[in-house]
C-alpha cells in the first residue's frame, strides 16, 4: 500500500480516472463521486463516473451529474474506460463483491486502486487508501483528500461543496447519527461558506417524493410493520406484488426502515423487500446492538452496526420467518 499524499504527485499530470462506487448508489456514493469528479476534472484529468446500476431520481440534480455511466447500460464502453484506467477510485464500499461483475474488470485493470471510504473491515484490492470507520460519510473523507491530502481547498467549488454536503447530509441522518461530530459540522459550515445550497439541498433529496411513494409509505406503515415489543424489534415486510401494485422505483423505498426504528423504545429495526431477483434486508439498530454481525453471519452482507444490509436467494417467507427466529437468539442484547 502506497501513503495517499503521493497521489499528489500523480494527480500534478493530465490522468485517465475512473470513479466508481457501490452497487445501488445512495446520496453518500454519488455525493462522494460527483464531488471527487467536480474536484478532479478543474486539474485536467481526463475522468468518468462509472456506477455498477441506476440511481434514484431525487440524486440527479447532482453536479455534472449527465456525465455518469451505468455500467448496465453501457457495458462494452465501461469495459472499456475502465481497463485503459491510470486509476480507478473506488468509493464508499471496500469490497469488489459491491460493485457486482463490474468488480471483475476493476480487479484485471492495470490502473492503481484507491479506496475511499468508512465501511469496516476492507478486502485487499487497493494501492492507495484513505479510509476511517469513524467517519460519517465517504464524503467527509472526499473533503480531507481535497483539502488534506492534496491541500488544494481552492478547489472546493460551489459545485464540490453541493456534492458532498449531500453525501454527509444523507449518510449522517440529516446530522442526527452519532458519528456527527464537532468536527462534521465544522466541515459542513466551510462547505455552505464554499456556496453549498443546505436548504435547496434538503428539499431536494427529501422533499421530492412523488403521490405514489408517499401513499406506498402509508401502506406499508398500516399493512406491513410488524412490532415486536418482547424483542423491541419493528419489521416491515414487502412482498414484491405490493412493489408493483404501487409501481415502486428505485430509490422508492429509501428511509422506509427509519420509520420502523423511530418506534419509541425499538433497538432494532428490519426492512424486508422481496425484489424481483432476490429478497434484500436493510437492518438499523440503535446503540451497541450489531446490525452488521447479523447480516454477516446469516444473510451474506455486512455494514456499519447501526446500519447494515444483505440479501438472500431463499424466498421471501422464508427470509422473514429466519429473521423473526433470530430475535430469541438476541434477545438479552434487544432488551438492554
Ligand atoms: P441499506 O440498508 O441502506 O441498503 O444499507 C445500509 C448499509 O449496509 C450500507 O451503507 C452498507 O454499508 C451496508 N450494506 C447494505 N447491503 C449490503 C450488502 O449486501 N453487503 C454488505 N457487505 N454491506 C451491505
Ligand atoms: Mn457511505
Not at 475512473?18 to 471527487?36: E, F, Q, R, Y
Not at 456525465?67 to 491510470?86: F, G, H, M, P, R
Not at 473523507?141 to 481552492?154: A, G, K, Q, S, T
Amino acid at each position: 500500500m502506497l501513503p495517499i499524499k503521493q497521489l499528489k504527485e500523480v494527480l500534478a499530470q493530465p490522468q485517465k480516472i475512473v470513479i466508481t462506487t457501490h452497487h445501488k448508489p445512495d446520496g453518500d456514493a454519488m455525493g462522494s463521486s460527483l464531488g471527487l469528479y467536480n474536484y478532479l476534472i478543474q486539474k485536467g484529468h481526463h475522468v468518468q463516473v462509472i456506477t455498477p446500476t441506476d440511481y434514484p431520481i431525487f440524486l440527479h440534480w447532482l453536479p455534472n451529474n449527465g456525465e455518469v455511466i451505468i455500467y448496465t447500460e453501457q457495458l462494452e464502453n465501461a469495459q472499456k474506460l475502465i481497463a485503459a484506467a491510470d486509476l480507478i477510485f473506488c468509493l464508499d464500499f471496500n469490497s469488489l463483491s459491491r460493485i457486482n461483475e463490474m468488480g471483475e474488470w476493476v480487479a484485471q485493470s492495470n490502473a492503481k486502486k484507491v479506496m475511499i471510504d468508512h465501511h469496516l473491515e476492507p478486502d485487499d484490492f487497493d494501492d492507495y487508501r484513505l479510509w476511517s470507520v469513524k467517519a460519517c460519510a465517504t464524503a467527509q473523507l472526499i473533503y480531507e483528500f481535497i483539502v488534506n491530502e492534496m491541500e488544494e481547498p481552492e478547489l472546493l467549488t460551489k459545485e464540490v461543496a453541493n456534492c458532498l454536503y449531500t453525501g454527509i447530509m444523507t449518510d449522517s441522518g440529516s446530522f442526527k447519527f452519532s458519528n456527527t461530530t464537532a468536527e462534521v459540522h465544522q466541515i459542513v459550515a466551510n462547505l455552505i461558506q464554499k456556496g453549498a445550497e443546505n436548504h435547496r439541498i434538503h428539499q431536494l433529496v427529501y422533499d421530492n417524493s412523488s403521490e405514489n411513494r408517499l401513499r406506498f409509505l402509508g401502506y406499508c406503515l398500516s399493512n406491513r410493520l410488524e412490532v415486536f415489543k418482547e424483542f423491541n424489534t419493528a419489521m416491515i415486510s414487502v412482498p414484491q406484488s405490493d412493489l408493483e401494485k404501487f409501481n415502486i422505483e428505485t430509490g422508492d423505498t429509501e428511509g422506509l426502515v427509519n420509520y420502523a426504528l423511530s418506534i419509541n423504545g425499538i433497538r432494532l429495526a428490519a426492512l424486508i423487500i422481496e425484489r424481483p431477483d432476490r429478497v434484500k434486508l436493510s437492518l438499523r439498530s440503535t446503540g451497541d446492538f450489531p446490525a452488521n454481525e447479523i447480516c454477516k453471519k446469516y444473510f451474506n452482507g455486512g455494514g456499519h452496526r447501526n446500519a447494515a444490509g444483505g440479501a438472500s436467494d431463499e424466498s421471501f417467507d422464508e427470509v422473514v420467518n429466519q429473521f423473526k427466529n433470530l430475535l430469541p437468539i438476541y434477545k438479552t442484547l434487544l432488551l438492554q
